[in-house]
Nanobody, 124 residues
């Protein structure tokens, strides 16, 4: 499985960005997919996940501001980010679950087996 993120950049406080993650194969239609982020000096944390069935989950820090979605026909995962804050500054990674049942078991790194290289988001 190959995952390639794009769409990061530098925005002002309160701005918006939309991240994309292009996946090889039919992974978005068969596995739970997630977005994680890692700020300098901090551990990687889960941001949002979406199951094969469309069930979504968000970290409290991004709830009501971020929207995870996917297009199975394009094998692409998205993360829409609105009302961005300086504390959202981080490298953002997409990931595919290690489990094949299509359900999301929680925004924990150990639940995900395939990772992209990341895309940087900077909010100032």
């Amino acid at each position: 499985v190959q995952l390639v993120e794009s769409g990061g950049g530098s925005v002002q406080n309160g701005g918006s960005l939309r991240l994309s993650c292009a996946a090889s194969g039919n992974i978005t239609g068969s596995r739970c997919m997630g977005w994680f982020r890692q700020a300098p000096g901090k551990e990687r944390e889960g941001v949002a996940s979406i199951s094969t069935y469309g069930t979504t989950k968000y970290a409290d820090s991004v709830k009501d501001r971020f929207l995870i979605s996917k297009d199975n026909a394009k094998n692409t995962l998205y993360l829409g980010m609105n009302s961005l804050k300086p504390e959202d500054t981080a490298m953002y990674y997409c990931a595919a679950s290690r489990f094949s049942d299509g359900f999301c078991s929680g925004l924990l790194e150990n639940n995900f087996a395939a990772w992209g290289q990341g895309t940087q988001v900077t909010v100032s």
